[in-house]
């Protein structure tokens, strides 16, 4: 099936530095998602973004919506060790149509971060 | 909690058995998703259903996986004579589904811990 080309697929940082982490698609999304899994857990949401060029942060968190609606990108600043686990993308069609909305995700980036 | 809960969390079947997953989702939400996440890959969805009525099962790999949501509830994703390519981490998720001036808009999934199948 469809995945999202998510980047990079791995991270090994040291506590206190900044991640950046971006997903593309070939297809047009009008919402974004960004999650994180912890081991043995679901999926858990840290920002949506609802429009194009939107940029929206969420505590150490900020993620914006591609002006093409066929990417976006999550940064992470000041890394801290409960950062660690996989971040995945994913792309949501809103309103109507036959979508119901259902997630389409990326492969996800698993962070680790170094005290 | 309210969150949505999965059963089992954990089922190891003999290639060629038939499984059965359980989903209690979120109280009152509508809409419910399920995913297969292999090892190392992203969630992909299999079917969604809209209170009992499953009204898109294109994600679904063959036709021995079945889902079905009787009372618009609990849902169980079946899975008859099991292969080695069906072994992931089978999610499920609610929301909310909102109509606002005859427009749907999705609310946020909540998803379940989720059961990992391993087939032998």
């Known amino acids: 099936g469809q995945q999202l080309n998510q980047s990079p697929q791995s991270m090994f940082i040291q506590e206190g530095e900044d991640v950046s982490m971006n997903c593309t698609s070939s297809?047009?999304?009008?919402?974004w998602l960004w999650y994180k899994q912890d081991p043995g857990e679901g999926p858990v949401l840290l920002i949506a973004l609802y429009k194009a060029g939107e940029l929206t942060s969420n505590g150490r968190l900020t993620a914006q919506f591609g002006i093409t609606r066929k990417d976006s990108f999550l940064n992470i600043s000041a890394s801290i060790p409960s950062d660690v686990g996989i971040y995945f993308c994913?792309?949501?069609?809103?309103?109507?149509?036959?979508?119901?909305?259902?997630?389409?995700f990326g492969q996800g980036t698993i962070l680790t971060v170094h005290p | 909690g309210a969150g949505v809960s999965q059963s089992p969390r954990y089922k190891v079947a003999k290639r060629g058995q038939d499984v059965a997953l359980r989903c209690d989702p979120i109280s009152g939400h509508v809409s419910l998703f399920w995913y297969q996440q292999a090892l190392g890959q992203g969630p992909e969805f299999l079917t969604y259903f809209q209170n009992e009525a499953q009204l898109d099962k294109s994600g679904l790999p063959s036709d021995r996986f079945f889902a079905e949501r009787p009372e618009g509830s609990v849902s169980t994703l079946k899975i008859q004579r099991t292969q080695q390519e069906d072994s992931a981490v089978y999610l499920c998720?609610?929301?909310?589904?909102?109509?606002?001036?005859?427009?749907?808009?999705?609310?946020?999934?909540?998803f379940g811990p989720g059961t990992r199948l391993t087939v032998l």
């Open positions: 998720a609610s929301s909310a589904r909102v109509i606002h001036r005859g427009v749907s808009s999705y609310n946020e999934q909540f």
């Open positions: 297809s047009i999304f009008n919402t």
């Open positions: 994913a792309g949501q069609l809103r309103a109507g149509g036959t979508s119901y909305g259902k997630l389409t």
